[in-house]
């Protein structure tokens, strides 16, 4: 089964370092802290392009459909947090999204989904984003970074084809 991504975010942090798997964890402590229902999460590996491309350390959170992958990495001299947010979709979904123009709504009528369904999905990636957001100002304040805007706290909701 594929996925399409739904929304992302990113953040870098200009002249600050911090270790990845230091982050994962704290974030994989704030996201059980919160006892959401049904969420599985783990450090994976994901390639940064083809076959022979270096592999990069993800940490990976599913509920039901969904999916979060979250990366923190070094960049240059900066650090960055960015997050995917996934949503599973069938082959047959994945073959009329390609289909010019008219596609992705035919997909769309053809996957209603009770009020339920879509405002547990908004809770989950309202949660999963506020514990990242909490994690990164636990990290970054007590070094005198400057926190975030309520703008660059915000995610989006129409990401780059990914």
Same mark, same amino acid.
């Given at each position: 089964?594929?996925?399409?991504?739904?929304?992302?975010?990113?953040h870098?942090?200009?002249?600050?370092?911090?270790?990845?798997?230091?982050?994962?964890?704290?974030?994989?402590a704030?996201?059980t802290?919160?006892?959401?229902?049904?969420?599985?999460?783990?450090?994976?590996?994901?390639?940064?392009?083809?076959?022979?491309?270096?592999?990069?350390?993800?940490f990976?959170?599913?509920?039901?459909?969904?999916?979060?992958?979250?990366?923190?990495?070094?960049?240059?001299?900066?650090?960055?947090?960015?997050?995917?947010?996934?949503?599973?979709?069938?082959?047959?979904?994945?073959?009329?999204?390609?289909?010019?123009?008219?596609?992705?709504?035919?997909?769309?009528?053809?996957?209603?989904?009770?009020?339920? *369904? !879509? $405002? @547990?999905? %908004?809770?989950?990636?309202?949660?999963?984003?506020? #514990?990242?957001?909490? *994690? !990164? $100002? @636990?990290? %970054?304040?007590?070094?005198?970074?400057?926190?975030l #805007?309520?703008?660059?706290?915000?995610?989006?909701? %129409?990401?780059?084809?990914?």
């Open positions: 089964m594929s996925s399409v991504a739904t929304s992302n975010w990113n870098l942090f200009d002249d600050f370092q911090f270790s990845a798997k230091d982050f994962y964890k704290n974030v994989e704030e996201i802290r919160r006892q959401l229902p049904d969420v599985k999460m783990k450090t994976l590996t994901l390639s940064e392009g083809g076959l022979m491309s270096k592999n990069r350390l993800y990976e959170v599913k509920r039901k459909d969904y999916i979060f992958h979250i990366c923190a990495a070094p960049f240059g001299t900066g650090f960055f947090v960015s997050w995917w947010l996934r949503e599973k979709i069938s082959f047959w979904q994945e073959l009329l999204i390609k289909i010019p123009y008219i596609g992705e709504k035919i997909v769309e009528r053809m996957q209603y989904k009770p009020y339920y *369904v !879509i $405002d @547990t999905a %908004t809770m989950f990636r309202s949660s999963v984003h506020q #514990s990242i957001l909490n *994690v !990164i $100002d @636990t990290i %970054t304040q007590p070094k005198g970074i400057k926190s #805007s309520e703008f660059e706290r915000k995610p989006n909701t %129409t990401p780059m084809n990914a």
